[in-house]
């Protein structure tokens, strides 16, 4: 209850993937392995950011697709990309946000997340943050990275 | 009594930070009020509200004229000094024409 569960699985980085829908669906295939999604969840995914589009102009620029349904158990992903990939701004302003990290979240009962939402939310203004996520060399070191500051808010798998 | 609403594109990442978020402004402002969740969608259909804080992508008006501002600064933290200001602004101005 209240957690987010995630795994080093879970942590793409500098990923070539030049497609947005490319990349989403790499890490929903992952999530959907994990037994996070059902298969239904990727084009749920894509339809809703399409529709609400989630890029935000952080201090690193970032893109936050979230949906609820087809998801088993509540999580959150993330992708740093060699290359930027636009998105288009949350806030519906004109131009697009060259996105360098993709946080990929299943959100299944938000009111009982609040707390690690919060927190994460003001993380994605946190440019060290941002920075050491870029900057992580490898999964295992992304996911410490996380579990410091998340500490108790999420489940490794 | 003053009814809110708080309106994102799913329902999920941004109505719950939000939502906490004004929750909080109220209650350090001793202001009595309801917050309830809609979709963008919906915008337009609303009644008996009296202020839409909107979180997302959107050009939707209400067709009871219902009064709709753009809540984001309260999701990213950008900006959230002005928009409280703002929001306890027109708080008191609705309470005030009661």
Redo the contacts between chains.
């Keep these: 209850m209240g957690k987010l569960n995630t795994t080093s699985e879970l942590m793409f980085l500098q990923v070539s993937e030049e497609s947005k829908e490319n990349l989403i669906c790499k890490i929903c295939s992952r999530a959907e392995e994990k037994g996070y999604v059902t298969s239904k969840f990727a084009e749920d995914l894509l339809s ?1 950011e399409a ?3 989630t890029g ?1 102009n ?1 201090p690193v620029p970032i893109a ?1 697709p ?3 349904t087809n998801c088993n158990k509540s999580f959150f992903s993330f992708a740093t990309l060699k290359k930027p990939i636009d998105f ?5 302003s004109e131009g697009m946000v060259p996105v360098r990290i993709v946080f990929l ?1 299943g ?1 299944v009962e ?2 009982e ?2 707390g690690v ?2 927190k994460i ?2 993380l ?2 946190d440019k060290d943050f941002l920075e050491k996520i870029y900057e992580s060399l490898n999964p295992n070191e992304a996911l410490k990275i996380v579990k410091d500051i998340l500490g108790g808010m999420v489940d490794i798998d | 009594m003053v009814r809110l609403v708080v309106a ?10 939000v939502t ?2 004004i929750k909080e402004i109220l209650r350090e402002n001793k202001i009595q009020g309801t917050i309830t969740p809609h979709k ?1 969608t919906e915008i337009a259909q609303i009644t008996g509200e009296d202020l839409i804080v909107v979180t ?4 939707a008006t209400n067709k009871a004229g219902i009064p709709v501002i ?1 809540g ?1 600064a309260l ?4 900006g959230e000094e002005e928009f409280t200001e703002e929001l306890l602004d027109r708080i008191r101005e609705i309470e005030r024409s009661r």
Aim: glycine share 14%; hydrophobic share 35%.
């Design positions: 809703r529709e609400f589009p935000l952080t936050i979230h949906i609820g288009e701004n949350m806030d519906g979240f959100i938000p009111e997340q609040v939402l919060t939310s003001k994605f203004q | 994102c594109g799913g329902g999920i990442f941004t109505t719950t930070v906490d978020k963008i997302g992508k959107t050009s753009v984001m999701f990213t933290g950008m």
